[in-house]
């Protein structure tokens, strides 16, 4: 389907069909390994050396086992329609995203502080009602690999539904008056593999419940948050000790987590909402790859603790606090900027009206937020110290992860600003660390 509003997709990214067909298989694959090779009944010490497909793999069901795994199911939907009900009831902050293709804006609820703190009130009165024994944790816990499957699958029902719904007609009317839905820009190539892959409706809703939006703030990133607290539980529960690189990785993550969830408006102009359709590579990135492997260093301290002591905990909390700095001063640059605050910062004036500073951190790299946010994660992954390399896979897979989307941001600012964007490079040429890269 192509027309004035929803033009046909010609140029494919992540390698077109192949690609995607090869990341929808691979990246769950490698996320149930990577939780297998953590699991409490298996942990391979010097896995590099002893690694072995099959083994790892042992333990892992058909399909059909998943799909029909009752209390599984039961757990995991409550948890997202639970979170889903917060959602909608409580209150929030209405604010307006950016201008669609039909002149239209959406509206959307920011209410994530109420809906963290109902999540943290539900969990303190279990724990008072449990003395402390917090089942859904242990079963969190107990149940990690099995779980992370369900997500995945869900994520491909998610998208399945999504892509289907994408060729519902709207009820009503859009800014264009007729009844068509906007469809990403890169996800209407008319590809069914490829378009259930990168998303084809822009902005799928159910009712009040905007799903992209939803799954990107909500039950991906509060379940990594609870995964991390399990982990911990878990290891006081069988220790009775208190482990300093457990309590360590639980803090730095979870202040980066509230942090988000306090500043949630500032998703609303990135490419996740404004540009990219929802469709597996979100679903299943928001759903299973953010819990179930940014909380891979909690796992592996559950599993194989390590003691810090003062002096390296320190130096943890000193790189968390230098790229937490970077990260949030040059996002709250650009964000103050933009609003027309910092007018005594150089910048370019487009032709398309807006203006790109290339000062202050904007004028250090072209993506300082990103250099920031790299090294937020290597903070984390240093809390499990020299141990394994297996945590580390954040910090490798979150570079590759910034190298992509700058490149994708790049491509995006080439064609919306033209010669601008080239003036641009020449007065700012790194593109994420200075001096490198
Ligand atoms: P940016 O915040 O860097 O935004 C890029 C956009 O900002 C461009 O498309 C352009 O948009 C505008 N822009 C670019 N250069 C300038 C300039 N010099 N002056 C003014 N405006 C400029 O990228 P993202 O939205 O990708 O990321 C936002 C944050 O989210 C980052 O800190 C990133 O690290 C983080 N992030 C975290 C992830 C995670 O999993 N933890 C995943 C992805 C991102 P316009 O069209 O408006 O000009």
Redo the contacts with the bound molecule.
Sequence with gaps: MQSKLNPKTTEFEFGGTIGAIGISVGLPILTILLNQMIRPDYFIEGFFTNFNFADVWNGIKPISYYLTKADLWTYYLIWYIVLAVFDIILPGRKMQGVELRDGTKLNYKINGVAVSAALILVLAFRYQLTDGDLPELQYLYENQVDLCIITILFSVMLSTYCYVASFIPLWGKNGNNTNEKILALGGNSGNPIYDWFIGRELNPRIGPIDLKMYSELRPGMLLWFLINLSCLHHNYLETAKINDALVLINCLQGF?IFD?VLNEE??L????ITTDGFGFMLAF?DLTL?PFT?SLQARYLSVSPIELGTYRVSFIVTVMALGFWV?RA??QQ?SD??QGKLAHLK?IQ?K?G?????DGW?GKS??M??F???II?LSWCLTTWTQTPLTYYYSAY?MS??LH??QR?EQ??RG??GKDWEE?EKK?PYKIVPYVY
């Design positions: 980066y988000g500032g998703v102009t990135m490419m996740d990135g953010v940014y990260f040059a996002n650009k900027f933009r910048s487009t398309r807006t203006k790109l500073l290339c904007w072209q993506h937020n990103y920031g946010d790299w994660s979150f992860l910034l989307r700058q941001d995006k600012c919306k600003y641009y700012v």
